[in-house]
């Protein structure tokens, strides 16, 4: 089976791979936390007209099917280390409350992961190696618990060292 190719688009852009993280902290884009925009019109309340058996509508965004890609990972394999990348979703725009998570890869020491008999994370190539090195494929939906969201950030944490990635989101494609 082939790898898929995904379209990117800078305003999808969860993070650069400008600098390490050495700390929890959020994927960056230029320096800043990056707030990617899924689409959807979450919080807007619509005014009908009177006419209309109702006064007014709160459209919500469909369900969304999307994939992180995930390339030129380069992290600090050595000892216990575990990073978590979690993809978080949210309807507010600066992901200041309610926020949820979408999805999570985890890279590191298989025994210090948490499910049983997990083997280590491969070393990768290192920064600069894509299309030839490794792409992570991270699948996920905007909707948790049947309420779609509008926002999507990466959250990095775990045991530091560092870890250093570029990421986007794309549209999962129909096949």
Request: contains cysteine.
């Amino acid at each position: 089976m082939a790898r898929r190719n995904y379209t990117f688009d800078a305003n999808m852009a969860l993070e650069d791979g400008g600098a390490a993280h050495t700390a929890a902290s959020w994927g960056q884009v230029g320096g800043a936390q990056s707030i990617v925009d899924l689409g959807g019109n979450q919080g807007i309340t619509i005014t009908l007209p009177s006419i209309s058996n109702v006064s007014t509508l709160t459209p919500q965004q469909a369900r969304g099917d999307f994939v992180c890609v995930i390339y030129n990972v380069a992290f600090t394999g050595g000892g216990s280390n575990v990073y978590r990348i979690n993809l978080v979703g949210s309807n507010n725009p600066g992901m200041a409350s309610g926020n949820v998570i979408l999805g999570e890869l985890v890279f590191g020491v298989g025994t210090a992961m948490d499910p049983p008999n997990c083997a280590n994370t491969t070393a990768p190539l290192g920064s600069g190696n894509f299309p030839a090195g490794w792409q992570y494929e991270l699948l996920f939906t905007n909707e948790f618990q049947n309420t779609p969201f509008q926002f999507a950030s990466l959250w990095f944490a775990g045991t530091f060292g560092s870890v250093q990635l570029s990421a986007f989101v794309a549209v999962l494609p129909r096949e």
